[in-house]
Nanobody, 119 residues
Framework: QVQLVESGGGLVQPGGSLRLSCAVSGSGFRIMTRQWHRQAPGKQREWVAR??????TYADSVKGRFIISRDDAKNTVYLQMSSLKPEDTAVYFCNVVGVGEDDVVYTYWGRGTQVTVSS
């Protein structure tokens, strides 16, 4: 069983920065894709950033402001957010896609961390 726990959310002023962390635990699972999504109040969940082997991609709304990264020694995925705007306010979710020991593709989600951008 794989578990994801996000942290690092909070209240920040417009123009500020935050770094979100996603600790991944569990065994017998080979991660292929790491992603961040977000869900604002009253809106559908939207994709924010993706990291696959050697490639990172971003939603247009965050390109140039957000950076996804990972630390394999800590089994942690990060989302560095800069130049934050009020419209970035949302619950941010970490997500991984990978292959289990049974060669089946699984998707796991964390429970989210709240980010509020407000003066």
């Amino acid at each position: 069983q794989v578990q994801l726990v996000e942290s690092g959310g909070g209240l920040v002023q417009p123009g500020g920065s935050l770094r979100l962390s996603c600790a991944v635990s569990g065994s017998g699972f080979r991660i292929m894709t790491r992603q961040w999504h977000r869900q604002a109040p009253g809106k559908q969940r939207e994709w924010v950033a993706r990291m696959t082997t050697g490639t990172t991609t971003y939603a247009d709304s965050v390109k140039g402001r957000f950076i996804i990264s990972r630390d394999d020694a800590k089994n942690t995925v990060y989302l560095q957010m800069s130049s934050l705007k009020p419209e970035d306010t949302a619950v941010y979710f970490c997500n991984v896609v990978g292959v289990g020991e049974d060669d089946v593709v699984y998707t796991y989600w964390g429970r989210g961390t709240q980010v509020t951008v407000s003066s």
